[in-house]
């Protein structure tokens, strides 16, 4: 065994169980005695090379028999590729095997995707569907201790013990994020509020009485917050807040500081998506540097648009295989996010890789007028301007044939202004600095403060008309727009 000169021939078999069988190192309360650094699980964290390869490759194997033996839909996929688990003998043999992604978990909704009776299944969680159906994810009694045990880890990377106090907005429901929060902080041995998304003057008040110094939420949520807490004349930067974990949506470094410094608190980023687990993949240690993926659970790839592997540094779209999971196990899932990983070491210590934050989806990608642009690039040429606030909305459009693209922002409170002249030169300043560092054309238009909604979890975007209708209000103001220059049509962008 890899271990037993370390840690004594005793160890030997209790080690092979939990490597085979996914359970977590931090069972072993040996292994916390290396702890220097605030680490949850030190062992994993630390792994690297060939001890890391060696537990990844048994994972992998025991995964792969999972799905073979209970006759899940990714048979078939092995099957038809000419493929048998006996066929992977090491960890490249992984790029032989076929990718999954969202497709197969709609093919076999609901629960067609599982590789244990459902009886096991003790949880299901559901994606958001905010790009396709509904996809549906089961649990078993181990895969909730995992994944509380990820949180956990991700937690104290942030900064977290059990002295803190933390108040998760994360929605609670299908949804993973609340659930997912949740129990992770109190493996951990926080103190958790579970006040769960919105109820925005309960959030404020559960701030200031219950005093809690780790806030859980989206970042649109959390700036959110500090944008009230300015109106309501509460003092946030002061208050007893002090480090915020932060996902489910892409966002930006620029985000990152208006947080930081509207709720005086350390902005963590974190990653995860329901179809591997939920929140917990990855997160951000203090030093802000990428995401710790917690691989002795994932293995993680990046491949390009043809599916071929793309070198370390480089981006691309990041694919996941889990190793631990026991209910939907995943065999190179296609995320659909766009990311980069890098090897070298943190100088926190920990020795996973790490992922650069996501920087958008695959398919958020943006083609106007041939020219290739993510939303996120469009979001930091716009904080680039001083004035303009992280609310906005882009819309695209087809009009006689061409692509045009229309930015909506908000400006603050002080720069807005009846002047339309005024107005004008800005929405001008604007567009100039996004042609010259995007080389696309955008028209902007500057929107009143609080025009956007941030209430709800997830801010939409990006309305692509080419591809959507639009939702009622936007229908009605284009409708407007038309209205005022005398014509008549359908809802798009004049
Ligand atoms: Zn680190």
């Known amino acids: 065994m890899l271990l037993e000169s370390q840690y004594g021939e005793s160890a030997g078999y209790t080690i092979a169980l939990i490597i085979e069988q996914g359970a977590p190192f931090y069972d072993l309360g040996v292994f916390r005695e290396r702890a220097d650094v605030l680490m949850w699980d030190v062992y994993a964290e630390t792994l690297s090379g060939g001890e890391l390869e060696k537990i990844q490759f048994a994972r992998l194997k025991s995964t792969l028999k999972r799905i073979w033996e209970s006759g899940a839909p990714y048979r078939e996929k092995m099957e038809e590729a000419g493929l048998s688990p006996g066929d992977v003998k090491s960890l490249e043999d992984l790029e032989k095997l076929p990718f999954s992604s969202k497709d197969d978990f709609r093919k076999n909704y609901p629960l067609g995707m599982l590789a244990v009776s459902r009886k096991d299944?003790?949880?299901?969680?559901?994606?958001?569907?905010?790009?396709?159906?509904?996809?549906?994810?089961?649990?078993?009694?181990?895969?909730?201790?995992?994944?509380?045990?990820l949180v956990a880890r991700i937690a104290t990377a942030a900064g977290v013990t059990r002295e803190d106090i933390a108040q998760i907005s994360f929605t609670y429901g299908l949804f993973t994020g609340g659930f997912g929060l949740h129990y992770g902080l109190e493996k951990l041995g926080a103190m958790v509020i579970p006040?769960?998304?919105?109820?925005?003057?309960?959030?404020?008040?559960?701030?200031?009485?219950?005093?809690?110094?780790?806030?859980?939420?989206?970042?649109?949520?959390?700036?959110?917050?500090?944008?009230?807490?300015?109106?309501?004349?509460?003092?946030?930067?002061?208050?007893?807040?002090?480090?915020?974990?932060?996902?489910a949506e892409p966002w930006s470094e620029e985000i990152?500081?208006?947080?930081?410094?509207?709720?005086?608190?350390?902005?963590t980023d974190?990653?995860?998506?329901?179809?591997?687990?939920?929140?917990?993949?990855?997160?951000?240690?203090?030093?802000?540097?990428?995401?710790h993926i917690a691989e002795d659970h994932f293995i993680a790839e990046i491949v390009d648009e043809k599916g071929k592997p793309v070198g370390e540094g480089k981006q691309g779209e990041l694919v996941l295989t889990t190793l631990t999971r026991e209910a939907m196990p995943v065999i190179r899932f296609r995320t659909g996010d766009l990311t980069s990983i890098t090897r070298a070491e943190c100088e926190c210590g920990r020795k996973n890789a790490r992922m650069s934050r996501v920087v958008g989806r695959a398919d958020d990608m943006l083609i106007i007028k041939g020219v290739n642009v993510y939303p996120s690039q469009i979001e930091r040429a716009l904080l680039e301007v001083a004035g303009?606030?992280?609310?906005?909305?882009?819309?695209?459009?087809r009009r006689r044939g061409l692509d045009v693209l229309e930015v909506w922002v908000e400006v603050s409170e002080g720069l807005f202004s009846?002047?339309?002249?005024?107005?004008?030169?800005?929405?001008?300043?604007?567009?100039?600095?996004?042609?010259?560092?995007?080389?696309?054309?955008?028209?902007?238009?500057?929107?009143?403060?609080?025009?956007?909604?941030?209430?709800?979890?997830?801010?939409?975007?990006?309305?692509?008309?080419?591809?959507?209708?639009p939702p009622d209000w936007l229908r009605e103001e284009l409708r407007m727009r038309k209205g005022a220059k005398g014509e008549h049509g359908s809802a798009h962008l004049v």
Request: proline share 3%.
């Open 270 to 291: 974190n990653y995860g998506l329901s179809e591997v687990t939920g929140p917990g993949v990855a997160g951000e240690c203090h030093l802000q540097n990428g995401l």
């Open 256 to 267: 990152r500081a208006r947080i930081e410094s509207g709720l005086g608190i350390l902005a």
């Open 195 to 247: 006040v769960s998304g919105g109820q925005t003057e309960l959030q404020m008040s559960v701030i200031m009485e219950l005093k809690p110094s780790v806030l859980i939420s989206t970042p649109t949520y959390a700036l959110y917050l500090s944008e009230l807490g300015k109106e309501m004349g509460i003092d946030l930067p002061g208050s007893s807040l002090r480090v915020g974990l932060f996902g």
């Open 418 to 469: 009846d002047d339309a002249m005024v107005m004008r030169a800005f929405e001008e300043k604007i567009e100039a600095h996004i042609k010259s560092t995007l080389n696309v054309r955008a028209s902007v238009r500057l929107k009143e403060p609080r025009t956007f909604d941030r209430t709800s979890g997830k801010a939409k975007r990006v309305i692509d008309l080419r591809r959507e209708e």
């Open 121 to 149: 299944v003790v949880r299901i969680h559901a994606s958001s569907g905010t790009t396709g159906t509904r996809t549906v994810v089961g649990y078993t009694e181990n895969d909730i201790e995992n994944w509380a045990q």
């Open 388 to 397: 303009v606030e992280p609310h906005y909305l882009i819309v695209v459009d």
